[in-house]
């Protein structure tokens, strides 16, 4: 005899996990709905060129609160908005604001996830007397029982589409979370899951995948920080500073040293026969070091911050590749203790555009051995 449950699953309003939401339900367990409200679209609106309305493509948005009601409404499930706009506000978008104004580029979708969604959810499910909750994230999550000497550990794999991977924004997650968490996309393709929801009727089965960060319009870091500010009533703090060759040559001067990223090409202000890019910020002399694209390559990083899911800890230099952007192709490296809370990851090549406020995360084949923020 199967034994159903009562899981809660994250709806976020898209095709992936209103899939998720349909599948468990039409496999005969007890399914819940919850989304988390974050951050309100039309907070900043007018502001610094921030449009009214809304873009299209933004995940979190009013739009998808919406469509991931109608599928409740559609499958027949309880559903329930929790609003979590204070602590999103505190626990992502300050630590985005300040990393930014300290030179770093920070990842929102990866400080949520490890600081707001997995723990919120889980927190929520619970107080509603559900045990479990189901993700649409493309990642798999199985149970070792040898591992640990016997101690047993929870593994964070890659998926079947790797085009669709996202452990890279899943590795901050504990051994509690994921003992609680499942990822039913895991094996699937997207493809895959389009045609699921086709086949349970879901109206979204052709929505587009979000691509922007829900409280960033248009891509655009500088304009919301700006606005931001102003509305907190702060000023933009003065950043300006020297832009200068590796060799400490001045080229120019610069209005901030938010409006750059490392590896960025365009609007450094400078005139050259050959392309500049940035290679690295400096927060306390305001100087940022530009140079030619060769230049950006490292063998190098040092992380902190660090969550370990394969191993209990890192005691010895580990065979690993390491994944440094979401784009990037994971790369071999060696990864080593530096200390008590950071590792130092050496690659076999060197790596472009190695970038402090990014993750970092290392795998073993396609295990996720843990990751760390790049400093």
Known sequence: MIEHTTIAVAMSGGVDSSTVAAMLAHAGDTVVGLTLQLWDQTRLAGRHGIPDAPKAGRCCSLDDVYDARRVAEHLGIPYYVVNQQSRFEQDVVRPFVREYLAGHTPIPCSLCNNHLKFDQLLQTARSIGVDRIATGHYAVNEYDAGRDSGRGR?????????AKDQTYFLFGLTQQQLARTLFPLGHMTKPEVREIARRHGLALAEKPDSQEICFIPGGDYKQFLTAYLEEQGEQMP???????????????????????????????G????????????????????????????????????????????????????????????????????????????????PQRAVTPGQSAVFYDGDEVVGGGWIV
């Open 154 to 162: 929870w593994i964070l794999k890659r998926p079947a589409d790797l």
């Open 238 to 268: 003065e950043t300006a500073g020297e832009l200068v060759t590796a060799g400490g040559i001045v080229l120019g001067r610069h209005e901030g040293i938010s409006n750059f990223t490392v590896g960025q090409r365009k609007g450094l």
């Open 270 to 349: 400078v005139s050259s026969p050959s392309p500049l890019y940035v290679l690295q910020i400096d927060p306390v002399s305001r100087r940022v070091t530009i140079g030619a694209d060769a230049e950006l390559a490292t063998r190098t990083l040092r992380a902190d911050r660090l969550n370990w899911i394969s191993i209990p800890e890192l005691t010895e230099p580990m065979r690993i590749r390491a994944k440094i952007r979401h784009r990037h192709e994971p790369a071999w490296a060696m990864l080593e203790p530096a200390g008590e809370r950071e590792v130092v990851a050496t690659f076999d090549e």
